[in-house]
């Protein structure tokens, strides 16, 4: 049982390219999120996808877009990467479509933009 | 505005001793409280959560602690060892179907 799987583990990218990270749950979760962490900062909601088919802003949605693909799948893509955006991104889900306190976190997807 | 405050910031202790790690928070109407414990170049993973009716729970060698009415919940690590360095973060659940609120965490450093 992998749990929350996310893709690639480190990425580094220059100022205006894009890219998409990729996130996978095999527990049959209803919702999914993307979170930034930086230093001092704690985990920052990006998006989040309560059920398949729907996803709603977080806390810091500027310069990012999401897909959920099916149950499984919620992507984040960077269309045009800026400095701002170098960062440690987590992918949770939780198996209520709720805001409910029982994430369970992938291991990290690091993205430096230079 | 319901924010969720962690002390201290950082924390150096020997192999051995004992820390307790606080969550101050001002979430309203409040849920529960999640510890969340984060190693070096990982993803968080739960410790306890506690809800409104909990005071006390123990997981091995950590306990947490909830008083709903001063908002406060504290972290005890008791013998700690080496494995314990890591983050570890406090995330309070309030109504049904707002975000969850994290705190920016307590990072944790023992050393031998």
């Known amino acids: 049982n992998a749990g929350v799987t996310q893709t690639p583990k480190f990425q580094v990218l220059k100022t205006g390219q894009s890219m998409t990270l990729q996130c996978a749950q095999d527990?049959?979760?209803?919702?999914m999120y993307w979170y930034r962490q930086d230093p001092g900062m704690g985990l920052r909601l990006i998006y989040y996808?309560?059920?398949?088919?729907?996803?709603d802003k977080g806390e810091v949605p500027n310069g990012y877009n999401v897909s959920r693909l099916n149950k499984r799948e919620f992507s984040l893509r960077l269309e045009s990467a800026a400095p701002s955006q170098t960062s440690v991104y987590f992918c949770?889900?939780?198996?209520?479509?709720?805001?409910?306190?029982?994430?369970?976190f992938g291991a990290g997807s690091r993205l430096t933009v230079l | 505005k319901n924010q969720v405050e962690q002390s201290p910031q950082s924390l150096i202790i020997l192999e051995g001793k004992n820390c307790t790690l606080q969550?101050?928070?001002?979430?309203?109407?409040?849920?529960?409280l999640r510890w969340y414990k984060q190693d070096t170049g990982r993803g968080p993973v739960s410790l306890t959560i506690?809800?409104?009716?909990?005071n006390t729970k123990s997981n091995g060698r950590y306990t947490a602690t909830l008083d709903a009415d001063t908002k406060q919940s504290s972290l005890h690590i008791t013998a700690s060892q080496l494995s314990d360095s890591a983050s570890y973060i406090c995330?309070?659940?309030?109504?049904?179907?707002?975000?969850?609120?994290f705190g920016k965490g307590t990072t944790l450093s023992v050393s031998s």
């Open positions: 995330v309070v659940s309030g109504q049904a179907g707002t975000a969850l609120i």
């Open positions: 506690m809800t409104f009716s909990e």
């Open positions: 527990m049959n979760h209803n919702s």
């Open positions: 969550c101050n928070y001002t979430v309203s109407p409040f849920s529960n």
């Open positions: 996808s309560a059920s398949e088919g729907t996803t």
């Open positions: 949770a889900s939780n198996p209520q479509s709720s805001g409910a306190n029982v994430l369970t």
